[in-house]
């Protein structure tokens, strides 16, 4: 198969973690004689530099062309002090708008074998954790106007949805929970803000047209303590920008650790695009010590976007296999047992490709 596939690094842990990703492209490409073309873009920090912008539009142009892009992680907090606009975060969002990414896929997943660092968890269930979060990604309070009144002493960020948009990844998410254990949870906090009140209404009206899918909806409060006390219960979550990021990184310790986490994005005009949930995380920066799985995973999402199901459960297996067999980073690892760096995961990984 033939694919242009835009290469992102980014900052921080991105280029580590994107080099293991790379790997495994790359060996899924030659062991199943694909066609992927790649090419590198660069963002973050680095285009700050050279060009003083987050997210140059040559990058833009060049992700807008490509059949997928595969990103790292971006943020800085050299720049956190920047205007809006200027930092390396509001590039990231940048890119999302123009390749109108509105859904964005979540998978949370429970594995046997990985050390779960928080012990306010129910353990035993973990291993059978197997649900998915559906977060609107190109609208909501990250886009609405923002800004400053009386000299700065007042800010504002506007949340706005339209029924359109609520209905576009309400389908998408739908259309999950049918293909899965059929339960969707749309999570809102509408009995306090109207753009919650608004998409119960469209969801609401949109469950009539899948009545296989048994639609619940919960309070974001409500739902961030389920999603502790009784994970095995969530099969697909839809939520909003905002509540979908801050769920997002609260289930990944259901995974062991936020480096776990893939994710892929799927816009307008079959627009993608896939990267791990982790962000830039300077502190662990050049240690060789980053998740690679987050990142692996993301590059397996891409496959099954690509309809390349056989490469993605090769990948998923490769992954599972080097957890079973304790060949995994820091973060996971059981503090008495050895630890391996990001490109030894990497490694074996692509070995274990290589040979099944
Ligand atoms: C994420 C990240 C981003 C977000 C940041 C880096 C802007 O936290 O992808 O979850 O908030 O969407
Ligand atoms: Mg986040």
């Known amino acids: ?47 700050i530099r050279k060009y003083n912008n987050p997210m140059p539009d040559d990058t833009i142009e060049n992700c807008l062309k490509a059949d997928a892009v595969l990103f790292g992680a971006i943020g800085d907090d050299k720049y956190d002090n920047y205007p809006i606009g200027m930092r390396p975060e509001d590039g990231l969002l940048r890119l999302r708008k123009k390749m109108r990414l509105f859904c ?160 892929a994005s799927i816009g307008k005009n079959k627009k993608a695009l896939f990267e791990p949930i982790h962000g830039s995380y300077p502190q662990a920066a050049g240690k060789n010590i980053a998740n690679p799985l987050g990142c692996i995973l993301s590059v397996s999402m891409m496959f099954h976007y690509f309809g390349l199901y056989k490469e993605q459960k090769l990948i998923e297996n490769a992954v599972k296999n080097s957890i079973n067999n304790n060949i995994i980073t820091k973060d996971i690892v059981h503090p008495l047992e050895k630890y391996y760096s990001t490109e030894e995961v990497g490694n074996y990984i692509e070995l274990y490709i290589k040979n099944h």
């Open 104 to 263: 964005n896929i979540r998978p949370i997943i429970g594995y046997e074998n990985i050390h779960y660092s928080s012990n306010t968890i129910n353990k035993p269930i973990l291993p059978n954790v197997d649900f998915v979060i559906y977060r609107e990604l190109s609208s909501g309070i990250y886009f609405g106007k923002k800004g400053r009144l009386k000299n700065g002493e007042i800010a504002y960020d506007y949340c706005m949805y339209s029924k359109d948009e609520i209905k576009e990844i309400g389908i998408m998410a739908f259309q999950a929970a049918d293909a899965r254990k059929k339960k969707l949870t749309l999570v809102d906090k509408a009995n306090v803000l109207e753009t919650s009140r608004l998409w119960r209404e469209v969801i609401q009206k949109l469950a009539l047209d899948y009545p296989h899918v048994q639609l619940e909806c919960l309070y974001v409060d409500n739902a961030s303590m389920k999603i502790i006390m009784n994970p095995i219960d969530f099969d697909v979550i839809l939520s909003d920008n905002m509540f979908g990021d801050i769920l997002s990184d609260e289930a990944s310790i259901l995974s062991g650790s936020l480096g776990m986490i893939p994710s």
């Open 1 to 47: 198969m033939k694919k242009r596939i835009v290469i992102i690094e980014g900052d921080g842990i991105g280029p580590e973690v994107i080099r293991q990703g790379k790997k495994i492209l790359l060996c899924i490409n030659n062991k199943f004689n694909h066609n992927f073309l790649y090419t590198e873009a660069i963002a973050g920090k680095l285009a």
